[in-house]
């Protein structure tokens, strides 16, 4: 059954995209898919495998949720998962991820009390031959699965927030932000979001009581796998690196 499955992806992606990409245009989003009895990440994970809010989901291999612990002092942020990620279904366990760490190895922040996840849930790609190629989700994507973020950021109570890269940070932070011009800056969390409202009031119990979420911050800088493309990655890392540094001595 799972074989089959797999086989009538590989068909869809090789039709190309072009009914996906209409079908994205009226997504429902995740919205309806987010149970509201869901108090925790785990119920949330499990919910979020079903979810139907683009037609991503039609040629991924399964929903790549976020990981970690819910008491994290640290969200990551990314983008979307890959290719391994799709397959193992988890954030960051490529070469991307595998930079990622040693990157917060090298700031002396404790991956312990880090907790990542990415905009959009699902890999987008191309087919080319056997090879999956990344594809940047586009706006409609972000907006679809940002319902899926909001609803994660209910249940976890960061001291930093960091966004990699750029569809990261937009779907947080809004459009006009730009990462090249305010990366490693660290600017007041939620205040800075796009919708602060969504973000500022958190449940305390199972009873539906919510209050203020704990003030953070948040810092912006580069995708880890932006390093991996640099014609100078030495240079590119050590910049990533210097942005860590600063979430770091944030949480000291």
Known sequence: MRTARRAARVRAARR????GMAETESAPGAQEFIP?????????????????????????????????????????VGEQPGDIEDQKGLPFVGPAGRLLRKAVDDAALDPAQIYLTNAVK??????????????????????????????EFARLR???????????????????FRV???RGELLPWPAAA?????????????????????????LATIHPSAVLRADNQDV???GLVADLKVAAKALR
């Not at 039609?58 to 990551?76: K, S």
């Not at 987008?124 to 973020?149: M, N, S, Y």
């Open 36 to 76: 509201p009895s869901a108090d925790t990440i785990d119920e949330l994970r499990a919910a979020a495998g079903d979810c139907r809010g683009c037609e991503l989901y039609r040629d991924a291999t399964q929903t790549v949720f976020g990981r970690g612990d819910e008491h994290a002092r640290v969200v990551f």
């Open 180 to 182: 090249t011009k305010q």
């Open 236 to 238: 590119a890392y050590e």
């Open 122 to 151: 699902h890999f987008r790609f191309e087919l080319r031959g056997k090879r999956r190629i990344h594809q940047t989700p586009d706006r409609v994507h972000v907006t679809a699965c940002r319902p899926w973020l909001v609803a």
């Open 194 to 218: 796009q919708h602060p409202e969504d973000f500022e009031r958190v449940p305390v119990d199972r009873t539906g009581a919510v209050a203020d979420a704990p003030a953070a911050r948040l």
């Open 158 to 176: 960061p001291e930093i927030v960091v966004v990699l890269g750029a569809t990261a940070a937009k779907a947080l932070l809004g459009p006009s």
């Open 16 to 19: 190309g995209r072009t009914i």
